[in-house]
């Protein structure tokens, strides 16, 4: 099969889809990769890198698209490269489709096959490939919440883990999966009083367990969430509906209520936002602000720290590349139902069941797209 892994569009994206380590696997194999030029160099890996990994380097884009059986990339594609893609070529990368219906609709109507890492699943049920920028973005959210606590930030000037004499910043973190511990541990690590919502009791015994007294938890319902989102300095939403666009936790009114110069930071963005008032921005425009309220909703968080992130994801994404190129999609989708789950696009219809009841499209359930 003929891999193709483009330079990643999106801004301030410097993530890559394949590292050097992992094109000599897929060479190994009997594959062939190609990769645009320059594709690495937001993580220090040059053409030269690439090249002796045995890979073939491509002058753009276009040349990527054109001849490659499988596309591996990191982010969703941009409206540009959407057009780029065409029936029967594999797309292998995050999608999180469920709160962009353009995407949505492009994706069907290229005809490519789809499959989403948001979406591929463990035998314990939990996403390996999701997991890995969930505990970036999950650890960056405390660095961001603190700077934008700042001054400078357009907070209101409170350093997170106080001082002798002044009390911490109060940090509310919602959700206690892969991204909530993550914040709560630096959180707790930079000084903060931190508070976990969650509405299941394993987990929070579970943070308890692991964090002891320092940590405080709260179980999640609509009082709760109120109570505790108002009076706190920086709240970090990290809840996740696998597939599905994320519950709107902190509405308006909240927001509305928070103090002036307290601090969002929306991890769940990529599936829409926890928050009534949340909208995606960039690295390049990380927050605006709402009732006094400064936002951080930055859409590609783990990007801000590419090699770390790269190298975390090609750890987990690597077997599932290598079983796509080795059996085809169709193949490797009826020998392992975990990556099954990861189908979300197929034949112009969409194979998963939570992007089609939010976006309100029709469901082509996977066995019968695996099947067809």
């Not at 190994?28 to 645009?36: L, N, Y």
């Not at 993580?43 to 045995?54: E, K, N, S, V």
């Not at 979406?119 to 959210?141: D, F, I, K, Q, Y």
């Not at 909530?180 to 579970?206: K, M, Y």
Request: net charge negative; charged share 20%; glycine share 10%.
């Amino acid at each position: 099969m003929r891999v193709g892994v483009p330079k990643e569009i999106k801004d301030h994206e410097d993530r890559v889809g394949l590292v050097p380590s992992s094109v000599r696997e897929l060479v190994a194999h009997g594959h062939q990769v190609v990769v645009e030029t320059r594709a690495g160099q937001g993580i220090g890996m040059d053409d030269a890198a690439y090249t002796a990994a045995g890979a073939m380097i491509a002058d753009t884009a276009d040349e990527i698209f054109a001849s490659a059986d499988m596309i591996v990339k990191v982010k969703e594609p941009q409206a540009g490269e959407r057009k780029k893609l065409r029936d029967g070529q594999i797309l292998f990368t995050y999608l999180h489709l469920a709160p962009d219906p353009d995407q949505s609709r492009d994706l069907m109507a290229s005809g490519a096959t789809c499959i989403a890492y948001e979406t591929v699943t463990s035998p314990t049920g939990a996403l390996p490939l999701l997991a890995p920028m969930s505990e970036v973005a999950g650890r960056m959210a405390p660095q961001v919440g603190a700077h934008a606590l700042e001054n400078a930030g357009g907070g209101m000037g409170v350093l997170l883990g106080g001082v002798p004499g002044v009390l911490p910043a109060e940090v509310v973190i919602l959700g206690g999966g892969v991204a909530g511990t993550n914040a709560a541990q630096v959180a707790l690590g930079l000084g903060a009083d931190v508070t976990v919502v969650d509405r299941s009791l394993d987990v929070l015994r579970r943070l308890v367990a692991t964090f002891g007294a320092r940590v405080k938890t709260a179980h999640s319902n609509a009082d709760t969430i109120g109570q505790l989102v108002t009076r706190a300095d920086l709240v970090i939403s990290t809840v996740l509906i696998p597939g599905a666009a994320a519950p709107k936790l902190v509405t308006r009114e909240h927001v509305a209520a928070m103090k002036t110069g307290s601090v969002l930071v929306d991890v769940a963005i990529d599936q829409g936002g926890a928050a009534e008032t949340s909208k995606a921005t960039t690295h390049s425009d990380p927050t605006y602000v709402v009732d006094g309220v400064v936002h951080y909703c930055v859409a590609n968080m783990p990007g801000g720290v590419a090699r770390t992130s790269t190298f975390a994801l090609n750890n987990a994404t690597l077997p599932f590349t290598l079983a796509l190129a080795d059996k085809g999609w169709r193949k490797a989708l009826q020998d392992d139902p975990h990556l099954a789950n990861g189908l979300n696009v197929h034949g112009g219809r969409i194979t998963y069941r939570a992007v089609a009841e939010a976006l309100g499209f029709d469901y082509l359930e996977t066995a019968k797209a695996l099947a067809a």
